[in-house]
């Protein structure tokens, strides 16, 4: 392997021919195991979505004078930037925008996953199979994106109620709300059970085995493409900045990986996917930090990304206005000696800087093997991509494998430990006031 | 199948011979897709636990003169009841003895499906991987179980630091555990990252598909095992009732579902599981309800069983007694017309009975079909049982099958409502206590 290796996970555009050689060359060391393989792969080859050979008409004959990887380059450079324009106009659009995106990604995530499920398995005749995986999809959603909007609405209802205690307007305007709020876990439950007996009463004899392997894959699909985009829904709604700063992360290292592994990369970084490099890895991580503090710097002032969602009493609906928290206030801290410069002891910055130093760090450190992951994945089962439906990148998981690491990182990193410190200080105050403390 | 069919996922102790005889004959028809699974399931039955051979010396001796089907039956029944004694003792022993047992049953359980996923995909060689699974086992149990302590631990922290907060005692005191409270979800995030990080490193090229393939199966075992089993902890401190009576509605069902089939199964039930017949799925459900009201009758009078597991502030550790909720105090009902007998239109029962009949239903009902899912894995992967550790049933898996579905029906069904209304008749209380209600 001495040709220059370049950071991608994607490869040249019109060259399935050599994909494919690619393929049967990691076969040859894989005689020992799989004796079948080939044909298996032959087969897949034909039942799976391949990858990028999917470019509009009008730039292929455009560029048909470049070489290859210069052709691929420019493709994908292109739709970068059309994916950054949109995500930056679904901004503008507002939260409800931004859960909506995220609820298709999240969507067509599951759609690539199970597809290839099922041409892995080859159970293209199997009754109720496909309607099997898009009912799983839809309960588990109910559930969880119910889990998120049931503390919202729970609120909203004890509120109305508590005003109008008195009078049955309450009652009757939130019957049906209060119903669905209250026994949501059990409803959901019901709905999985019956998803799960139309599975068991579904089972035919010769494709027991297939059958439970789909099984597995769609329940693994859920757990990764779902549960995650719950916990992302989660964080938009702790304030758009803790969407924002931590998908921009992702987006800026794979593109400066891109671009530094496509200009200075020499030195393979790890087997499972050739074309990363070492230079890719450091050049993008370095972006990603500069970039990632600028870009939290400049968030940090504007109310609209920083003040959480939540419902205003007075306005009586969802608002995105408030004091913002003390993380969003300059404050000065004392420098180490050793940091000092020019007699300086002090630093005033925003607290959520540091934050976004571990965020950043966290997303070109451990977010790239979000990367290998699905890489390893893609390999596994004889793929190039995930599907092909964005020119130059693949499919859409292509572009999301490292986000759904970061959202849960971002989850369980920043949220919690606030919102725990909150109850306890709220604890403090109630027993202060009561005259129980002090 | 002319043969007298009886409901058992065990069958016959000594005829392996029959049961590999029963595996080729599915496999003729297995042939069109499968063509070397002949050979598989050779290779299968070498590696995995092919069950109940495992009898005591001295009853196999005893029992010798006796046909084989009665056999079984003596050996099967005389181990429910060992375990029924079993059940009984570790009650005896209290709550943290149930804990216990429901971690160590969890832990036995996942040991059963992961030996079979190993032996399926038969990578022994791969190095790490019998160390990821049980990393993983390892992290999401620290995840789940600290979620159960940390809301009790919590409590117990904000109320002694309340007392002291004037003096530094509680800091030091509850420093460690302060953090580990707090920082929970990170830290077990952490955790994971670490073993996914590991995962993708201990990626192997000839191996990939195997290696993915099981930590999918790793998943889907935490998925069912662990998570599960912290709901059934759940159950627990909500009171030994919601523990002990539906996992002894489980148990009822299947042993009477056993005998019924055994005495009077005629009528074959589901194809899945050949030896299931309707006369013991309606013998078991009928003994069911019967024998769970009754039993459910004779809890609710003893406070050991219906009090939740709570912190006491006056005492200053966990106690289990209370004044019983209303659930479990006598409630007079008004019986609808039809159902008046000698004119008396009202009945007095506790409420608690009217839910332990929806248990009941539903143990009877949906209950099986966590054995028949459990039936189709067997028969999908050529195996007759998950382990052979209990003579006459197999492996542990084989008996809690059913369990883990009923734990969760139990959880979302019965607790989260009740929580619900508490809160909100907290809020109510808390509002008018202030005069901001009526």
Same mark, same amino acid.
């Given at each position: 392997?001495?040709?220059v290796?370049k950071?991608t996970?994607v490869g040249d555009a019109t060259s399935s021919a050599a994909a494919?050689?690619?393929?049967?060359?990691?076969?040859?060391?894989?005689?020992?195991?799989?004796?079948?393989?080939?044909?298996?792969?032959?087969?897949?080859?034909?039942?799976?979505?391949q990858g990028t050979d999917h470019t509009p008409h009008i730039l292929s004959s455009v560029l048909s004078g470049l070489p290859d990887r210069w052709r691929n380059w420019i493709i994908r450079t292109i739709f970068t930037w059309f994916m950054?324009?949109?995500?930056?106009?679904?901004?503008?659009?507002?939260?409800?925008?931004?859960?909506?995106?995220?609820?298709?990604?999240?969507?067509?995530?599951?759609?690539?996953?199970?597809?290839?499920?099922?041409?892995?398995?080859?159970?293209?005749?199997?009754?109720?199979?496909?309607?099997?995986?898009?009912?799983?999809?839809?309960?588990? %959603?109910?559930?969880?994106?119910?889990?998120?909007?049931?503390?919202?609405?729970?609120?909203?209802?004890?509120?109305?109620?508590?005003?109008?205690?008195?009078?049955?307007?309450? %009652?009757?305007?939130?019957?049906?709300?209060?119903?669905?709020?209250?026994?949501?876990?059990?409803?959901?439950?019901?709905?999985?059970?019956?998803?799960?007996?139309?599975?068991?009463?579904?089972?035919?004899?010769?494709?027991?085995?297939?059958?439970?392997?789909?099984?597995?894959?769609?329940?693994?699909?859920?757990?990764?493409?779902?549960?995650?985009?719950?916990?992302?829904?989660?964080?938009?709604?702790?304030?758009?900045?803790?969407?924002?700063?931590?998908?921009?992360?992702?987006?800026?290292?794979?593109v400066?990986?891109y671009m530094?592994?496509f200009f200075?990369?020499?030195?393979?970084?790890?087997?499972?996917?050739?074309?990363?490099?070492?230079?890719?890895?450091?050049?993008?991580?370095?972006?990603?930090?500069?970039?990632?503090?600028?870009?939290?710097?400049?968030?940090?002032?504007?109310?609209?990304?920083?003040?959480?969602?939540?419902?205003?009493?007075?306005?009586?609906?969802?608002?995105?206005?408030?004091?913002?928290?003390?993380?969003?206030?300059?404050?000065?801290?004392?420098?180490?000696?050793?940091?000092?410069?020019?007699?300086?002891?002090?630093?005033?910055?925003?607290?959520?800087?540091?934050?976004?130093?571990?965020?950043?760090?966290?997303?070109?450190?451990?977010?790239?093997?979000?990367?290998?992951?699905?890489?390893?994945?893609?390999?596994?089962?004889?793929?190039k991509d995930?599907?092909d439906i964005i020119p130059g990148h693949g499919?859409?998981?292509?572009?999301?494998?490292?986000?759904?690491?970061?959202?849960?990182?971002? %989850?369980?990193?920043?949220?919690?430990?606030?919102?725990?410190?909150?109850?306890?200080?709220?604890?403090?105050?109630?027993?202060?006031?009561?005259?129980?403390?002090?």
């Open positions: 392997m001495s040709e290796r950071r996970t494919s050689r690619d393929v049967s060359d990691d076969q040859k060391e894989d005689v020992e195991s799989e004796d079948d393989a080939k044909l298996e792969v032959e087969e897949l080859a034909k039942a799976l979505p950054i324009a949109g995500f930056c106009l679904i901004i503008y659009g507002g939260p409800l925008a931004l859960m909506i995106t995220t609820l298709i990604v999240q969507v067509k995530c599951f759609e690539e996953i199970i597809n290839i499920g099922y041409a892995v398995y080859r159970i293209h005749g199997l009754p109720w199979f496909r309607s099997l995986s898009w009912y799983f999809l839809i309960t588990s %959603n109910y559930f969880f994106y119910g889990e998120n909007l049931m503390d919202y609405f729970a609120v909203v209802i004890n509120r109305t109620c508590a005003h109008l205690y008195t009078c049955n307007v309450c %009652n009757v305007n939130n019957g049906y709300l209060r119903v669905l709020v209250t026994y949501h876990r059990f409803i959901s439950f019901c709905l999985y059970i019956v998803g799960f007996v139309w599975f068991v009463l579904s089972l035919v004899k010769k494709y027991y085995m297939k059958q439970f392997s789909l099984f597995a894959w769609t329940h693994v699909a859920l757990l990764i493409v779902v549960t995650q985009s719950y916990l992302i829904i989660q964080n938009i709604f702790e304030g758009l900045i803790w969407f924002i700063v931590p998908v921009s992360m992702i987006v800026i290292n794979d400066m990986a530094f592994g200075f990369g020499r030195t393979p970084l790890i087997k499972l996917s050739p074309k990363k490099t070492w230079e890719g890895f450091i050049g993008g991580g370095i972006s990603t930090v500069i970039l990632g503090l600028l870009m939290s710097y400049v968030m940090c002032q504007y109310r609209y990304f920083v003040c959480p969602i939540e419902y205003s009493e007075t306005l009586g609906r969802m608002t995105m206005d408030c004091e913002p928290s003390s993380l969003f206030q300059p404050q000065e801290y004392t420098l180490p000696s050793s940091l000092q410069l020019n007699g300086k002891s002090t630093l005033t910055i925003y607290p959520f800087i540091l934050h976004s130093l571990s965020l950043s760090i966290f997303s070109s450190v451990i977010g790239p093997f979000g990367g290998f992951f699905a890489s390893g994945f893609k390999r596994a089962f004889k793929i995930f599907g499919g859409i998981m292509d572009r999301f494998d490292c986000q759904y690491l970061m959202a849960t990182f971002v %989850n369980v990193y920043s949220l919690k430990p606030e919102q725990q410190l909150q109850l306890f200080q709220t604890l403090r105050d109630s027993l202060e006031n009561r005259g129980m403390l002090n």
